[in-house]
């Protein structure tokens, strides 16, 4: 599930600084503060503030390849011709934004990242006709990844799994043990480096955090 905004408490103090800070990229905005053009976009919705417009739903594509919790420990052409029908379903009824994260089928170790199966089925898609998509995925906030320079890292090595050269948006998945300051400059970092539109957390409580930026 993907959460773009979350809302009800104070600022940690942590945040709190962050948000005096200004975070360098023009695109730091309350998601409430949406361009009202993007917001109805040929029936799409702006993603958060940053002016980027999504289908209202976006599909999530965790258990599309993964054995681990889902599939049975076993992935099988009859499953993969399923996940391709729900992939081809969705674009069908208009739905084109899809989220992914470098976890999604990585087992026990995150060294056996595949390339995605929803970037196959849509370049499958798109040798039949031009369908744009958004692309959505995620940051691991893994104990052993420190500071600002790990999330490009990683980001850069999910766009390459992906076979793009950006992505609509990026999130942090879970908060971090430690280093979530160095996180959200590696965040501001991406967008100032064009390789993300948009960023945001998923798997955060309304007391992690009260807003993101984009």
């Known amino acids: 599930m993907m ?13 709190a600084r962050r948000r005096r800070r200004a975070f360098r990229s023009p695109r730091a905005v309350a998601s409430d503060a ?15 503030g940053s002016g980027v417009a999504v ?10 390849g ?15 011709k399923a996940a391709k029908g729900a992939f081809d379903a969705s674009i069908d009824c208009g ?20 390339p995605s199966l929803s970037i ?3 370049k499958e898609r798109q040798q039949k006709e ?19 320079g790990s999330v490009i890292c990683a980001l850069k090595a999910s766009l390459d799994r992906l076979g793009v050269s950006s992505v609509e948006l990026y999130q942090l998945h ?7 300051e160095g996180y959200l400059d590696g965040l501001g970092d991406a967008v100032e480096q064009g390789l993300v539109k948009a960023v945001g957390v998923s798997n955060y409580s309304g007391c992690c955090l009260t807003f993101v930026f984009l």
């Open 3 to 15: 959460a773009l905004q979350v809302a009800g408490c104070a600022l940690p103090p942590l945040l």
């Open 34 to 48: 949406a361009p009202a053009a993007a917001r109805e976009e040929d029936g799409k919705v702006a993603l958060g």
């Open 55 to 64: 289908t209202k739903v976006g599909i999530g594509a965790w258990s599309w």
């Open 66 to 80: 993964d054995t681990t919790y889902w599939n049975e420990f076993q992935w099988e052409d009859r499953k993969l």
């Open 95 to 114: 739905i084109t934004f899809f989220d992914t994260a470098e976890v999604y089928g990585a087992g026990v170790s995150i060294s056996v990242l595949k």
């Open 120 to 122: 196959r089925f849509i």
């Open 130 to 148: 031009q369908v744009e998509v958004a692309i959505a995925t995620k940051f691991a906030a893994l104990p052993w990844r420190f500071g600002r």
């Open 174 to 180: 879970w908060p971090g043990i430690w280093g979530n």
